[in-house]
C-alpha cells in the first residue's frame, strides 16, 4: 500500500495519491493533473477513482480533468450536486482500491457535503483518515463558507461538533490524520505547520477535540473568524461547475509580448498589470499603475483576496523564464484570464524608453532617524493579532486584506510610511496605492523585523480608536 501527499506549499494545500496493487485513487488534486498520471504510470497503476472532500473554496481542483483523462469516477459524499456527472456516495459505503477499502464518512460542518475518507488496509485495519476541511491538524473547518439564508454559521459549528464526536473520534488512536491544508490556509485559523499526525496526538492537543459542550464548541471554532477572501466563492462555483483543462490555460497565457505590442494590449483592454517579481526590484522601477504581488511569497492566496474580479484581464510582468509558473499559480485559484507576458521582462521596457515609476524604500534605520511620534505617519499592514503582538507606538493598523475598503484613512497630501512583517505586503500596500494616487506612500524595507531593532518606541496590545 502506497500513501503519498503531495503538498503544495503556495497554497497550504495536500492532495493525495493512494495505490494498492495495481489500482490507485487521487484524493483533492491540484488543477495541474499531470503529476498524478505520472505517477500511477511509473508504478504501473491505473487511477480507479476520484475522491473530492467536498467543494474547495481556496483552488481549483482538477477533478473534472483528470477524470476525463482517466476514465476514473468523481466521487463525493452525500448533499454534493456537481453540475458534472460525478457518483454521490452515500454514509459508510466503501470503494475497493487492491487489496484496501476506502469507507466514506460523511462529516457536514465545514460544508453541507464535506466528508471524510477512512482507509482500511489489506487487513481491514483503520490506517488513515483523510479528513478534507473537516479536521486539520491544530484546527478544524471554519464554519462560515456555507451559510445561506437559513443556515448560520453556528447551526454549521453545531453540525461539524456532532460530526467530529460521531465519525472521528471513536476511530483509533493510531489512525494517520491527513488534511487538505496545513499552516497558512484560510480555510482555519490555527493550523499547524505540520501536516499529519496521529488522531490519538491530536486528541490530546487539538482545541476543538477536547472534551466540551457544544455551546463551548460552537464558541470556540467561530471566535476570531476574519472575513474569507473574496476568490473563495468563486472557487466554489468553479469547482460545482468544472474548468477547463490547465493546459489551454497556459497556451494562452503563455504569450509574449514586446514592449509595444504589451502597451498597446494593456490600453485597449483595461488588463491589470500584475509585476510579479522581489519587492525590492519592483520599487526600483515598475510600469506605472502596475501592481505588485511577489511570486515567491503567498502569491496565489493574495490575488484571490486583493483582486477581487476572478475574470480580470490581466498582463503579466515576470522575472525571465518565470512566466509559466506565474501562469500555472494563477489558474490555481481561478485566474485565467492572462493576456500575456512582457517579454524580457522590465529590462526591454526600459531598453525601449517606455516610461517607469518608483517607490521609495526606506531602510529601518534611516526610517528611525528621521520618526517623530507627532508627526510622522505610519500605517502597519500586517493582521490584526499580529499587530496586537508589538506595533510602532502611533501606528494605525490597515490589514492587508482590507486595504481598498480603508483606502481614506491614507494621506493623500502628505507623506507617510508603510510596513508590515518582513516587507512582501507592505510593497504589495504600496504599489496599490500608488497605482490609485497615493504618490507620498514610502515603504520600509524589512518591515517590523527591523524596525524592532531600532530605538523607535513600540507598543503591545491594539490601540483604542
Known amino acids: 500500500m502506497i500513501i503519498e501527499q503531495i503538498y503544495t506549499g503556495c497554497l497550504a494545500q495536500g492532495a493525495y495519491y493512494l495505490q494498492s496493487g495495481t489500482e490507485a485513487a487521487i484524493i483533492d488534486p491540484l488543477r495541474e493533473v499531470q503529476t498524478y498520471l505520472n505517477k500511477a504510470a511509473r508504478n504501473g497503476a491505473t487511477i480507479k477513482y476520484i475522491f473530492e472532500t467536498h467543494f474547495h473554496a481556496d483552488f481549483v481542483s482538477g477533478h473534472v480533468d483528470l477524470s476525463a483523462k482517466t476514465g476514473a469516477p468523481i466521487v463525493y459524499g452525500p448533499n454534493a450536486a456537481p453540475a458534472f456527472e460525478a457518483l454521490i456516495a452515500e454514509d459508510g ?39 478534507g476541511d473537516t479536521l486539520f491538524i491544530g484546527d478544524v473547518g471554519r464554519p462560515d463558507l456555507a451559510q445561506k439564508a437559513d443556515l448560520t454559521q453556528d447551526d454549521l459549528a453545531g453540525m461539524l461538533y456532532d460530526s467530529l464526536r460521531s465519525k472521528l473520534l471513536p476511530l483509533p488512536n493510531d489512525v494517520i490524520v491527513y488534511p487538505a491544508h496545513g499552516a497558512g490556509s484560510a480555510c482555519g485559523k490555527n493550523m499547524s505547520k505540520e501536516t499529519f499526525d496521529t488522531l490519538g496526538h491530536q486528541k490530546e492537543v487539538n482545541y476543538a477535540l477536547q472534551p466540551q459542550s457544544k455551546e463551548d464548541f ?56 500584475l509585476d510579479t517579481r522581489k519587492a525590492q526590484e519592483f520599487a526600483q522601477a515598475f510600469i506605472p499603475r502596475s501592481i505588485n504581488i511577489g511570486i515567491d511569497g ?16 490581466l498582463l503579466l510582468v515576470t522575472a525571465p523564464g518565470r512566466e509559466e509558473e506565474v501562469i500555472t499559480r494563477l489558474s490555481r485559484v481561478g485566474y485565467d484570464q492572462v493576456l500575456g507576458f512582457l517579454e524580457g521582462g522590465m529590462e526591454s521596457w526600459r531598453t525601449a524608453n517606455k516610461e517607469v515609476d518608483q517607490i521609495e ?19 502597519d499592514v500586517r493582521k490584526a493579532t499580529e499587530f496586537e503582538g508589538g506595533h510602532i507606538a502611533g501606528a494605525d493598523n490597515v490589514p492587508l486584506a482590507s486595504l481598498s475598503e480603508q483606502m481614506a484613512e491614507f494621506p493623500k497630501d502628505e507623506p507617510f510610511y508603510v510596513h508590515c512583517a518582513g516587507g512582501y505586503r507592505s510593497m504589495i500596500a504600496a504599489s496599490i496605492l500608488k497605482a490609485r494616487g497615493y504618490d507620498q506612500v514610502r515603504e520600509v524595507a524589512g518591515g517590523f523585523g527591523a524596525i524592532a531593532k531600532t530605538n523607535i518606541p513600540t507598543a503591545s496590545g491594539q490601540l483604542a480608536e
Open 218 to 273: 460552537i464558541t470556540a471554532v467561530t471566535d476570531g473568524l476574519t472575513p474569507p477572501p473574496a476568490y473563495f466563492p468563486e472557487n466554489v462555483r468553479l469547482n460545482k461547475a468544472g474548468t477547463e483543462p490547465v493546459e489551454k490555460v497556459l497556451k494562452r497565457g503563455n504569450h509574449p509580448l514586446s514592449p509595444e505590442a504589451f502597451e498597446v494590449v494593456a490600453n485597449e483592454t483595461g488588463a491589470l498589470v
Open 361 to 379: 524604500s526606506v531602510a529601518a534605520e534611516t526610517f528611525a532617524a528621521g520618526f517623530d511620534p507627532e508627526k510622522t505617519i505610519v500605517k
Open 298 to 313: 503567498d502569491f496565489a492566496p493574495w490575488v484571490g483576496t486583493l483582486i477581487t474580479d476572478i475574470n480580470q484581464p
Open 93 to 131: 459505503q466503501e470503494f475497493t482500491l487492491g487489496d484496501c477499502r476506502i469507507r466514506v464518512l460523511h462529516t457536514p460542518g465545514h460544508t453541507l457535503e464535506s466528508t471524510c475518507f477512512l482507509l482500511l488496509d489489506e487487513n481491514g485495519k483503520e490506517n488513515a483518515v483523510f479528513t
